[in-house]
């Protein structure tokens, strides 16, 4: 993660993707966050524990994500337009997203 306006590094996280970011997504209450990468994975993070909490494997690259507003619930459509919903995406363990 780096500073928006000087563009300094400010911290990372550690997680398992084996390509580059290609999309991310903020949870509504902005302590998660979501990442698709050229792996074909997704993962979820815990941003204030800087790491991975769960993951999903594709066929194909996901190119969108979007956390439900209200709810555990994150929408993704991949790059051959096929969308799905994955439910409780934050284990209930875990403070909820929203």
Known sequence: MHDRDTAEKLFSLRGDHT???CFMSWSPNGKYM???SL???VLIWDVNRK???DRQKFDDRICCMAWKPIGNTLAIIDVMGKYG???SVVPSSM???T
């Open 19 to 21: 390509q580059p970011i």
């Open 34 to 36: 979501a990442t698709s």
């Open 39 to 41: 792996d074909k994975q």
């Open 51 to 53: 790491q991975d909490i």
């Open 85 to 87: 919903v994955w439910e």
């Open 95 to 97: 403070k909820s997203p």
